[in-house]
């Protein structure tokens, strides 16, 4: 049982606009920020948003994070094939003394 | 550019020791912090050790505290995570991955996976 609660799948077609949620506590989102990442099938994962709502250079800006108290959010818009993988939320928890990742969301673009 | 190669794994017996390395180039090693995720076949993200640029602080997951230990060498430009008394649940591919204080886990290996099985 992931200290992060995310769902562990999620779908859209081409050019919608999908989010995945990520659900946490006072002592990692309530208090840290978070950060999400994106593994294509087969592949080390690479980092997307960090810090709530920052882009990495090169992630297009159609993909974008936020975050409100003790949950967090990704939306991707304008969605496209490759935008197949699944998608992790992470974050510092201050009870752990550690970092603490979501279970995982799988997107399947239809 | 960032380069992260992690070496090490294989098949081990339980209660078995293991070392994997992670080593890195690309950019300056002695400068930022570095940690290891774990992920179980089919499952997600566990984060399993992190140490600081120089060492001074090192950080473990409930699940491998008091076996697993993380080290680095910054003149060899290489991170280490030393695994002892290797349990079936410790199978996984193993990453490394670089770390900053504001951007977390920014760059990552390939993996080394370990297979731990009698």
């Known amino acids: 049982q992931s200290v992060l609660t995310q769902p562990p799948s999620a779908s859209g077609t081409p050019g919608q606009r999908v989010t995945i949620s990520c659900s946490g506590s006072s002592s990692n989102i309530g208090s840290n920020t978070v950060n999400w990442y994106q593994q294509l099938p087969g592949t080390a994962p690479k980092l997307l948003i960090y810090s709530n709502n920052q882009r990495p250079s090169g992630v297009p800006d159609r993909i974008s994070g936020s975050k409100s108290g003790t949950s967090a959010s990704l939306a991707i818009s304008g969605l496209q094939s490759e935008d197949e993988a699944d998608y992790y939320c992470a974050a510092w928890d201050d009870s752990l003394n550690g970092w603490v990742f979501g279970g995982g969301t799988k997107l399947t673009v239809l | 550019q960032v380069h992260l190669v992690e070496s090490g794994g294989g098949v081990v017996q339980p209660g078995r020791s293991l070392r994997l390395s992670c080593a890195a180039s690309?950019?300056?090693?002695?400068?930022?912090?570095m940690h290891w995720v774990r992920q179980a076949p089919g499952k997600g993200l566990e984060w399993v050790a992190g140490?600081?640029?120089?060492?001074?602080?090192?950080y473990y997951a409930d699940s491998v505290k008091g076996r697993f230990t993380i080290s680095r060498d910054n003149s060899k430009n290489t991170l280490y995570l030393q695994m002892d008394s290797l349990r079936i649940e410790d199978t996984a591919v193993y990453y490394c991955?670089?770390?900053?204080?504001?951007?977390?886990?920014?760059?990552w290996g390939q993996g080394t996976l370990v297979t731990v099985s009698s």
């Open positions: 690309g950019f300056t090693f002695s400068s930022y912090a």
């Open positions: 140490i600081a640029y120089d060492g001074t602080n090192k």
């Open positions: 991955a670089r770390a900053t204080a504001i951007v977390p886990f920014d760059f």
